[in-house]
């Protein structure tokens, strides 16, 4: 066999040794893709993203979109050739898998996480929105959640509101802690609440909850500090002057905060918040309307981009990232907070695009 045939063959055998090793090794790596987007001004499967009743509300135009990342599962086995292929190309990302799923989290874990994450960023980007146009939320503290096997297992329940804990009322999620950590482990704390089914007709007819009752549960020791607990985590809960649904299925995360928030103040305000543009966006937000960090950022880009977004409202601690690798015809605005935001739309409507504050690598 001439030299140069065998060679070629030898090279041959050694690309189709690499391609079948290539499909074969697995590697610990997951895969994160853009995802759809949904503009909440608009519909999804029928309904209207955000409905809004009991309050008027105006006509909105053009797009406040938010964005979304498509993930593999926790039992996906990327092979090495899809890594090689994710590292090199702009169709998606790879990211360890711990990233997705630390400690060994199972899929349905995720999603129930990401679930209750978007459960919360919705009742945030209510107030949020709501305290930005001045209109008043109330807010209580409530039983979050109970520890199964706790001393408060079937006396306390998630959603009771806690008026006062040994006859001091408490006014904040901490104040919870603070009055129960007083005693010593083996010792009784009284609790005063509103059971969570009467919490829930008192809103539902627009008043204020009356009866309560005295619920007493006796501490155990924290295994970690020995400190005095009752196995509950108290949390905030709002009252809203008006209703104000979000109708948004299969989604995740509480990354949509922000553009919930734009949606509800642009439905609640005359004029266009918009002037039409197509602007997509992410971010959490919390009640007081400042704008967080979110992952994917990179895929959330190429999503809005490809659906039509001219402009993407990004958190500040994701600029350098977007910045970096930003899909042309779309330009970056920088936000840390839900009146940011308000402002750059207005630029943005204006056309005075030279102001409107920009994303750098650096």
Not at 89 to 94: F, G, P
Not at 190 to 219: H, L, M, Q, R, S
Not at 333 to 338: A, F, G, R, S
Request: proline content about 5%; hydrophobic content about 40%; charged content about 20%.
């Amino acid at each position: 066999m001439p030299r140069r045939t065998a060679t070629m063959l030898a090279s041959t055998l050694i690309f189709i040794a690499l391609l079948c090793a290539g499909v074969f090794l697995t590697v610990p790596y997951a895969k994160m893709s853009p995802g759809p987007t949904v503009n909440t001004l608009g519909s999804a499967d029928g309904e209207p993203v955000l409905d809004i009743s009991g309050r008027k509300t105006y006509a909105t135009t053009g797009h406040l979109n938010m964005t979304t990342v498509r993930v593999t599962g926790a039992d996906y086995q990327m092979n090495l050739l899809e890594a090689v292929y994710g590292w090199v190309a702009h169709d998606y990302v790879v990211v360890p898998h711990d990233t997705l799923y630390p400690n060994g989290k199972t899929e349905e874990e995720s999603t129930q996480e990401n679930a209750e994450e978007f459960s919360q960023s919705q009742e945030s980007a209510k107030v949020a929105a709501l305290r930005e146009l001045k209109i008043p939320v109330k807010q209580r503290v409530v039983v979050s959640s109970v520890v199964k096997g706790s001393p408060s297992q079937n006396k306390l329940h998630a959603g009771d509101v806690i008026r006062a804990v040994d006859g001091t009322s408490v006014k904040q999620p901490e104040d919870v802690a603070k009055l129960v950590v007083k005693h010593k482990p083996g010792e009784k704390v009284v609790f005063t609440v509103v059971p969570a089914d009467d919490a829930a007709a008192a809103e539902k007819a627009g008043k204020e909850p009356v009866n309560t009752e005295k619920v007493t549960v006796e501490t155990v020791k924290a295994e970690d500090d020995g400190r005095a607990i009752v196995g509950i985590q108290a949390g905030t809960d709002h009252t809203f002057p008006f209703e104000v649904d979000i109708n948004l299925a299969d989604v995740g995360g509480p990354s949509a905060g922000l553009m919930f928030a734009l949606g509800i103040v642009d439905k609640l305000t005359a004029g266009q918040l918009t002037g039409g543009n197509f602007v997509a966006g992410t971010g959490t937000i919390d009640d007081a309307g400042k704008v967080g960090p979110i992952g994917g950022i990179e895929m959330k880009l190429v999503g809005a981009r490809k659906a039509g977004a001219e402009y993407f409202l990004t958190p500040s601690a994701n600029c350098a990232a977007a910045a970096s690798d930003t899909p042309d015809g779309l330009t970056l605005v920088k936000v840390d907070t839900i009146k940011d935001a308000r402002a750059s739309l207005t630029k943005i409507e204006a056309g005075d695009t030279a102001a409107l504050p920009s994303c750098s690598a650096g």
